[in-house]
């Protein structure tokens, strides 16, 4: 949606679908990470418990942990993630 090499925004705010039975593996980023459920619910997976995030809720998951996310749920996820910029 905003920032990367392309802009002078110097964060990342993109904008992810995920549909029923779909999400995002167990993995860590190097970066620091913010999602906001835009509408849906989706579940959070960190150090082997879950946590629902549903309309308008939010996480911050630090540079380094790993999450996985799943839409457990029969109706498609819309869910923003904002990446701050490296600090220099």
């Known amino acids: 949606m905003q920032g990367g ?6 964060d990342q705010v ?3 679908v995920f549909e029923p039975d779909g999400g ?10 913010v999602y906001v459920v835009v ?4 579940t959070v997976a960190v150090d ?4 629902v995030l549903r309309e308008f809720d939010s996480c911050f998951i630090p540079a380094g942990e ?4 799943l839409n457990k ?3 498609p996820v819309i869910l923003i ?3 701050p910029a490296a600090l220099k």
Do not use: Y
Not at 66 to 69: P, S
């Open 5 to 10: 090499e392309i802009s002078p925004f110097p």
């Open 14 to 16: 993109g904008l992810s």
């Open 24 to 33: 995002a593996q167990l993995s860590a980023s190097a970066v620091d990470r």
């Open 39 to 42: 509408s849906g619910e989706i």
């Open 48 to 51: 082997g418990r879950e946590h």
């Open 66 to 69: 790993e999450r996985a996310l």
């Open 73 to 75: 749920g029969i109706l």
């Open 81 to 83: 993630t904002v990446i």
